[in-house]
């Protein structure tokens, strides 16, 4: 078990200590390789009543956005879903199928929070200090903080998100017709530059081809 996901041994006060001292490690700068040679898009679900978390990852070439590999990963859930904690909950599976791709990524499109998260250390920033992948967390809605400026309605249009004075991350309008997604660093991705990034690899869907396709794959029959 990784020492970014211990042994749940029913001390939710312990989970929050360390998840603290994790949040302490979490760097917002970039130290992605340029230019991208891999990207992957992940995603966790549940079957079984919740009693198993599933992972699915899919690994593309960051120019043509040929996939290279797909995998999908699967272990009994090991704590339950806590509010505030449920990446200790996920982040064993994603270290699965992580390892399970052919090579990791470049750069990790993480469903999920990032810095956009009470304790600034959601799923996307938990998974990329765990595995040293660079990540940006992309939800479909928020968990703190509001925009203060008006959102346009332009395809690539994107406001800050903010909790009282500090900024945790982005609103992104990926497509004109939708509601906007929630863009955050999680770990070696700048604030500035997760907007631009995602919507580099966001095609005709309101998510960024590797979750497109990870989210396509992420049902219980995967």
């Known amino acids: 078990m990784s020492s970014a996901a211990p042994q749940w041994a029913g001390d939710a006060e312990a989970l929050r200590e360390l998840q603290a001292s994790l949040a302490g490690q979490v760097e917002l700068r970039d130290r992605f390789a340029q230019p991208l040679r891999s990207i992957a898009g992940f995603e966790v679900g549940s079957e079984d009543e919740g009693a ?9 070439d960051a120019d043509t956005l ?8 699967r272990r009994p859930a090991s704590m339950p879903a806590l509010p505030g904690l449920r990446s200790f909950r996920e982040l064993p599976a994603l270290l699965d199928v992580l390892a399970m791709l052919r090579h990791a990524p470049d750069l990790a499109f993480v469903r999920g929070h990032g810095s956009a998260h009470p304790q600034r250390f959601g799923i996307a920033a938990h998974f990329g200090v ?3 992948v660079p ?3 992309v939800a479909t809605s928020t968990l703190t903080g509001e925009a203060r400026m008006a959102l346009h309605e332009m395809r690539g ?9 500090q900024q945790i991350g982005w609103l ?3 497509r004109p017709d ?14 500035a530059a997760a907007p631009e990034l995602v919507m580099r690899f966001a095609t005709d869907n309101r998510l960024p081809e590797p979750l497109r396709l990870a989210g396509t794959q992420a049902s219980p029959m995967a």
């Open 157 to 165: 249009a994107f406001t800050p998100l903010r909790d009282g004075r």
């Open 52 to 60: 198993t978390v599933r992972a699915v990852a899919v690994l593309m």
């Open 135 to 137: 990540s940006i967390g």
């Open 178 to 191: 939708c509601e906007p997604l929630v863009v955050s660093p999680g770990h070696r991705v700048a604030m």
């Open 66 to 73: 040929a996939v290279l590999d797909r995998q999908t990963a």
């Open 130 to 132: 765990a595995s040293g």
């Open 172 to 174: 992104l309008r990926s």
